[in-house]
């Protein structure tokens, strides 16, 4: 005959983990069935006792009182019964860095998505760039129809061509002849003045075309050097020339 359990918490202990991870009604009869070591009077008790200190929920139910583990409140239990042990705050703050650590990542995630999407917004759509495609090629055969109209159609008649030389060959005359009148006038300046040319020039302030780096017209009635013809020099001789 087996030994019976006489300490009070022990009792409690045994019968309040049977009726938790049983997880279903129990009556006396079953806990005494469980536990034949113990007595049922001492069963009865425990059962009323850990009732009446709110560890289990009860109810008379035709004289027979039936027990049952407080579903709100009892230890959470895995799939065999037993109790699961209780994270440390150790351990959900390490689980909430990762949770954050995982929220910054999908953020990150998000701006870039939400980057991208601006970007596929801004650029246009096919039909825009179809509609482009097409003022281009029609902007392109207008250019190519002047283009073509140039080059078999004289631009410039020949009185035309010789007006524009005497016009030049004027304007070159004229551009000596001012020259050379200012020289004079400075001459005679810098001879009255005792001053050298280049204290004279910076109280008076005048610029010269090689200050400005203004080259003279060249003199198209003379024949160019043949070194000058074969020039790489592409600047054309009609450029205009600032005083």
Do not use: C
Not at 27 to 45: C, H, L, R, W
Not at 86 to 94: A, G, M, T, V, W
Not at 184 to 196: A, G, H, M, P, T
């Amino acid at each position: 005959m087996s030994k019976k359990i006489t300490k009070k918490d022990e009792v409690e202990e045994n019968i309040l983990n049977l009726i938790n991870k049983a997880n279903r009604p129990y009556n006396y009869q079953m806990v005494e069935a469980a536990f034949p070591s113990m007595g049922k009077t001492q069963i009865v008790k425990t059962l009323k006792s850990l009732g009446e200190q709110g560890k289990l929920t009860f109810k008379e139910n035709n004289k027979a009182i039936i027990y049952w583990r407080i579903q709100d409140t009892g230890p959470k239990l895995d799939e065999q019964g037993y109790e699961i042990p209780q994270e440390s705050i150790h351990d959900l703050n390490r689980k909430l860095d990762g949770i954050n650590r995982q929220l910054e990542v999908e953020q990150d995630t998000l701006k870039s998505l939400i980057s991208q999407s601006k970007q596929l917004n801004n650029q246009l759509s096919d039909d825009q760039i179809q509609k482009e495609v097409d003022q281009l090629s029609t902007e392109n055969k207008e250019l190519e129809s002047k283009l073509l109209t140039f080059q078999t159609k004289e631009i410039m008649s020949d009185k035309d061509k010789q007006r524009l030389d005497d016009t030049i060959k004027k304007a070159r005359s004229e551009w000596i002849k001012r020259k050379a009148l200012f020289r004079d006038i400075l001459d005679q300046v810098l001879e009255r003045s005792n001053k050298k040319k280049k204290d004279l020039q910076e109280d008076i302030g005048w610029e010269t075309d090689e200050d400005l780096k203004i080259q003279m017209i060249p003199d198209y009635s003379k024949p160019l050097p043949q070194q000058n013809l074969s020039s790489t020099n592409d600047e054309s001789p009609y450029k205009k020339q600032k005083r």
